[in-house]
């Protein structure tokens, strides 16, 4: 059966496909494109953060069961990925609204930022998934 935070974890490597994509269409010259990955990455991840903030309202905290040295690698991962979701919000709305204004100058400036970012958060995202629900399942 799939789960809820299974679906949470395909929709965080989705985003991040996706933003790779993206990143390969830039770099070839590709704008309409690497528009259409970035606005649907972005589509994606705001999906990704309703559903994860539903998740966790009916859901409440989950636990890891983890023991010994990998306990303080998941918390360290966790933190970073927390930290950087909540810093990569803003980022992203101020990325997205400079290339809509078509000010590039300015998104390239940002976005050189926000892409490495937003592509952490998404892959660790799955990462504490896996390490949450499938590592140590029981």
């Known amino acids: 059966m799939f789960s809820h935070a299974a679906l949470n974890a395909t929709l965080n490597a989705t985003s991040a496909i996706l933003l790779a994509c ?16 970035m606005l649907s990455a ?3 991840s705001t999906v990704f953060l309703v559903s ?12 890891f069961q983890g023991h010994g040295w990998i306990r303080p690698v ?21 990325t997205l609204r400079r290339a809509w204004l078509e000010r590039f100058d300015k998104h390239r400036l940002i976005a ?5 970012l937003w592509f952490y958060v998404c892959v660790t ?13 029981y």
């Not at 993206?22 to 990955?37: D, M, P």
């Not at 998941?74 to 101020?94: D, E, G, K, N, Q």
């Not at 995202?125 to 399942?137: A, D, E, N, P, R």
């Open 22 to 37: 993206g990143y390969v269409a830039i770099r070839s010259g590709k704008r309409a494109l690497h528009k259409k990955l």
């Open 42 to 44: 972005f589509t994606v």
């Open 52 to 63: 994860y903030l539903v998740y966790h309202y009916r859901v409440g905290h989950v636990a």
């Open 74 to 94: 998941y918390f360290a991962l966790l933190l970073s990925h927390t930290v950087l979701a909540i810093v990569i919000v803003p980022l992203i709305l101020i």
């Open 112 to 116: 050189r930022w926000t892409l490495p």
């Open 125 to 137: 995202g799955v990462i504490v998934y896996f390490m949450l629900y499938q590592l140590y399942s």
